[in-house]
């Protein structure tokens, strides 16, 4: 007999208990066997939604018997709230068997490879320069710049490289003719002075920036200037275009014992505090004193006790050629109308690609301008 | 320069420990590079004297030779055809002896016989040059069989290789680099003995009277008469007297010119010459002793009895030592005869006065000339010999009697001879020797530490400066008188490194100076170049750094302009103009990384590029300007992504990338008539790029004309930015400005318009955005499409359109009214049909 269909009160009373006992009944085995939380939904909602059987009886309690629907409808929200009470326990578990399920799945495979981002980088030459600049930044030097095709009279003349001397073999030069104007001109040029001499260069040193900032600017003046230089030679260790860090310092009162300063602390920064460092007379025209400063090789590292006797990079000596450098000569300050008596300064100048090539242990300097991405990957 | 350790020890006169001399040589500035023994590894090599020889029985060029070495005889076969008589001493490689080379010496079967051990020449020795036949002691060697080779030769010494700079010409001879270790060692320095000489000449009529004389001061073992010579006086004519100011010669008479003695070739070998004639050799002895280069003339074949110093005519022609014909110039200095040049001044001698075997009489030049007129030839004809390195280094002008008195008294001993007793010393511009000031307070001030004025005083003596001390505290001061050996020190600086270097760098103190910050700092312009840099890595490109030189042809390859800065003195032609582009260094990286199989190429350079020109201090230098040039090339970088392959959209990405990192701009890439100048990009495919409305760079695929000139495979994308014009663009806008952050949510309707092939999707975007007025944030392109349901000749662009009131939360109403105006305008502006 169907519910709808009972109008005696006490019959509906009758039905209304039966299904209350059917339902206390029927949930926790539907409840259990509910594979989802979905499907348990659902089976919540076919007894107590809004369309649900218990829903649908307790609609229906103003028509029970005054005498028995206080119990009845007692009965009833008491099973409403153990309904419920048992969704919110069932969805716990599901949700805890859920989360349990996906942390023991299967492993990722994680030995797949990640997805590309391409990772650009510095030429290992501008990883190496930067480095060095912000060494001489941080200790209050400003960064400079000049052209890479020079005149000869800021190549050589004032820097008191005296004309038809030796001294100008040590930089064998690339002389250049600049064609007027028009870019398609092509190679009728000037570059020879009145005298015939080749008076515009490819520069073969960036020392031509001292005499540029020293002519711009008053002292003080401590700046360093990094950049592309040229010299006529190429073999193993020789590149026509290498890379040359130059930096100098003038004020009143500069000495050699700050240019030793000054450097040391350089070197240091760069290659570690225990380093080694020693200074020994040179000559370069535009200093003087003038001088070279080794270093301990930082390629067999003998003076941390390793044996570099067979050392290549060394050949066993244990030092490394790294800086020329000195005071800057009375005949430069003279060329950029400074006073010598007054001010004195140093300067010095480094290879950017010897420390580069001892940095990353590079072997042939021909790697450093052949560009093959298989290289510049690997800084 | 080579230097002997046994030669410095006889100088100095005490006995030094060669790895001693190397540090405080170069610790001195005097770079000792590398140190040889020399006689070691000889040590199975022995004296052994020849006791009998015998044909060998089947082979006619051998012999057999049985020898003594001091304990027992052997018998050895040997090919030499000098092979003394019985009594004679040869040297003897013993069983087990390892030869220069790695030979090691065994017994060995020749044509049937034994042979226990090897006579050796020189050359097989590593000990001379000699390859004439087997060595054969002469009497000049005292040494019984049995003696170690290098004992018994005296060979054993160390061979110094210095690296020199050219300001220390004193250095370039034993003498002065002797000196300069008594100065650093504390000895007394004093010049080598004169050798006897076996006879002298009384001048007599030799030598005009009338010219300056000067007696060599040689001491005589026997004295002859002059006259009997039947010499014409030596007269000698300096034309020049600037680029010669001193000319000095001697004359030995009666010479016989044979091979010198063995030690002196061995020490000539040792350092790298090549023995030639006693005459010859004791010239090259003198130069590697003193460092002065002296030339020696035969006398017969110098016509007039006459030496003129003159410069050459131009054209004028002389064929030197070498057997080289040289034309000259007019700027050549010449050493004439009567009537012909007979040597190239200070650089090489003339093949027509060449000393001979015939040579009777030695005429002996010791000169100084002018170092910039020497190293001007030498340079000119490429002639670098160890006379023009020394002399355009400066010789020492005041050594000039002393050398040739040596000289003559060498040639004398070596040579047999006399030598006639004066000498001819023409001196007609004598330089009086320098005076230099060193104020005690100023060598304080540059060193940054003390030294006390004796000690400095001191120092200066051991050099052979001549110090006194004048006044005194403050004012103190030392007065220098430069000796004429040391051309380099002019001024107070050269005093002060002079000082400083005789005590060792490594003596003064380090200090780190307060460095006062300057008010500008560094440019702007190079900390933008440095941002873009970085700025380029971020978007995942390799830094490239290419040569700054190239080809014309490399840049004609490229489509670049033609160069303007041309190398008068290239090392190739690959490498003889400035580039005008970037493009051709990236294009040849490229060509090279497919040739390596590379899949994948993402390089950019950011550099200078020479076109044009400006003028500075009356001179024409190219423009420097600085590029960014882009090169992408092949497989996306994306997770299996095989096939796809970088577009212009990728290079426009990274362009993109870059310039918002740098200057927080957006850019525009764009189609303009100028384009047409730029030729290395595809005419179709090709963009300017522009930011804030103003041109810097063009974007787009390679002209296919350009591939192929590179032999590159693919499409290969180029972008190129001009760094000025981005960096005016960026101080235009300044640093970026903030925004506020919106309060109220946005609202997202999309809509698709099917419009011509043609059309650009950026201007349908633009004229999107124009109708939605101001409630759109933005309109974004998410998707193309052509296919079904797209007619031919069309595409379909659909695009997320974001409405958003920066004062309130927008309606649905609201926003579809807005949106229903944005699809009326699409429709009406494209005729396009419109897709929800």
Known sequence: ?379 | MRASHRWLEELVGAELDPGEVAVRLTGAGIEVEDQQSVGEGLEGVVVAEVRGRRPHPAREKLQLVTVFDGAGESEVVCGASNVPEAGGRVLLAQLGAKLPGGFEIAERKLGGVVSRGMICSEVELGIGADEGGIVVLGDDVQAAPGTKVAEALGLYDVIYELGLTPNRPDCLGHVGLARELCALLGHDFRWPALQPVPALLAPGELLPQEQALFSLGLEAQASVQGGAHGFAPVRVEIDEPERCPRYGAALVADVTVAPSPFWIRQRLFALGMRPINNVVDATNLILLGFGHPIHAFDYDRVQGSQIRVRLAAEGECMTTLDGEERRLRGDDLLICDGERPVALAGVMGGENSEIGDETRRVLIECAYFDPRSIRRTAKRLGMHSESSHRFERGVDPGAVPRVLSASAALIASLAGGSVVEQGLDMHPRPQSPRRVQLRSERLERLLGTKIDTPEAKRRLEALGCSVSVEGEGPAQQLAVEVPSHRPDLGLEVDLIEEVARLGGYDAIPTELPSIRPSEAGTSESIRFVERLRDAAAAAGLSEAINYSFLSDRELSDAAAPAASVRLRNPLSEERSVMRTSLLPGLLSNLGRAQRQQVQRFAQFELGRVFVGSVEEAGQRLPAERHELGVLLWGARDAWFAEGEVADFYDAKAVIEAIVRRVAGLPIDTVLDSELEAERALHPRRRARIQVGGAAVGVLGELHPGVVEAFELGGRPIYARIEVPALAAQLSASGPARARELPRFPAATRDLAVVVDEAAAAGEVGAALREAAGELAESVVLFDMYRGDQVPDGKKSLAFHVTYRDAAATLTDKKVDKVHAKVMQAAEKRFGASVRR
């Open chain 1, 1 to 379: 007999m169907d519910a709808k269909d009972a109008e005696d009160p006490d019959a509906l009373a009758e039905f209304f208990e039966r299904a209350l006992d059917r339902i206390a009944g029927g949930y926790p085995r539907a409840f259990a066997e509910a594979a989802d939380e979905h499907a348990l939904r659902a089976e919540n909602a076919r007894f107590a939604g809004p369309s649900g059987e218990l829903t649908r009886w307790m609609k229906r309690m103003p028509e029970l018997p005054a005498e028995r629907r206080r119990e009845l409808g007692k009965r009833a929200n008491e099973l409403k709230q153990r309904l419920q009470q048992a969704l919110s326990e069932r969805i716990e578990g599901l949700q805890r068997a859920a989360r349990e399920a996906e942390l023991s799945g299967p492993h990722l495979d994680v030995s797949l490879p990640g997805r590309g981002q391409p990772i650009g980088r510095l030429h290992p030459l501008s990883q190496t320069r930067n480095e060095l600049l912000r060494v001489f930044s941080a200790m209050g030097f400003d960064v400079a710049d000049g052209p890479e095709v020079e005149l000869h009279e800021y190549n050589f003349d004032r820097l008191g490289f005296p004309p038809d001397h030796p001294a100008t073999d040590m930089q064998d030069t690339f002389f250049v003719d600049v064609a007027a104007g028009d870019a398609n001109a092509g190679g009728a040029g000037v570059g020879a002075g009145d005298d015939g001499r080749a008076s515009v260069l490819l520069r073969t040193h960036t020392s031509t920036v001292q005499i540029r900032e020293m002519l711009r600017r008053k002292p003080p003046l401590a700046v360093v200037s990094a950049g592309a230089t040229f010299r006529r030679d190429d073999d193993a260790t020789h590149s026509p275009m290498f890379m040359q860090l130059e930096g100098f310092m003038v004020d009143e009162g500069v000495s050699f014992s700050q240019l030793k300063g000054v450097l040391t602390a350089f070197l240091r920064r760069i290659f570690g505090s225990d380093l080694p460092v020693r200074f020994r007379p040179s000559y370069f025209p535009f200093v003087e004193p003038g001088g070279e400063v080794d270093m301990g090789c930082t390629i067999c590292r003998s003076y941390q006790g390793h044996d570099g006797s067979s050392c290549r990079v060394c050949k066993g000596s244990g030092w490394i050629e790294i800086l020329g450098c000195g005071m800057v000569h009375p005949v430069v300050f003279e060329a950029v109308g400074y006073d010598p008596e007054r001010y004195t300064g140093f300067a010095f100048g480094v290879g950017v690609d010897r420390i580069t090539m001892l940095r990353h242990g590079i072997s042939h300097v021909g790697l450093l301008y052949g560009n093959d991405p298989r290289f510049l990957e690997q800084f």
